[in-house]
């Protein structure tokens, strides 16, 4: 089989190459840096594998066959331990400028959307300005409570 600039000679996406055009739940940050959210309630979508994920759910999920870490989330609230959902979304935005990161929860909106939008604020979007952001290239029912709303908003990006 022969190789493309995306794929290893054995047909196999390359561990570098980007999500392709048109990858589901993809949302391009200001940087030109794609990471894909997703709903863990639905089957995986076609495609390569992440290369990272950061999985935000109330319990360990179970092993996706990737590299991932597991931030303790409950459903419609905010992360038990911020300061480690911050350095795993730092962890997760490096990774994002050379590999196929993905950020999901159970449905794919509220936790999902609040990571993304932090993700934007990491990337330079006001804080104000990041759920309108993530709302508008994901999915319009993103961040889904008043709470999360709140936490975006007073996210800052530590100084890099």
């Known amino acids: 089989m ?22 589901p739940g993809l949302l391009a940050l200001p940087s030109g840096r794609l990471v ?23 319990a360990p999920p179970p092993d996706p066959g990737w590299e991932h870490r597991w ?19 730092i962890e997760a935005w490096h ?3 050379t590999g196929r990161v993905e950020v999901a929860c159970h449905g794919g909106h509220g936790r999902t959307g609040t990571a993304l939008a932090c993700l934007a604020v990491l990337d330079g979007v ?9 709302r508008e290239r994901y999915a319009r029912r993103a961040v889904e409570t008043p709470g999360q709303r709140r936490f975006v908003a007073r996210f800052r990006a530590p100084v890099r």
């Open 95 to 97: 990774r994002s400028a």
């Open 2 to 23: 022969t190789s493309t600039p995306d794929t290893s000679d054995d047909g196999a996406p390359r561990e570098d190459a980007p999500w392709p055009p048109g990858t």
């Open 36 to 58: 894909r959210g997703r709903a863990l309630g639905r089957p995986l979508p076609p495609g390569p594998p992440p290369t990272f994920a950061v999985h935000l759910l109330g």
């Open 71 to 89: 931030v303790a989330w409950p459903d419609f609230r905010l992360p038990r331990d911020p300061a480690a959902f911050t350095e795993v979304l």
């Open 126 to 134: 006001a804080p104000a300005d990041a759920v309108r952001f993530v």
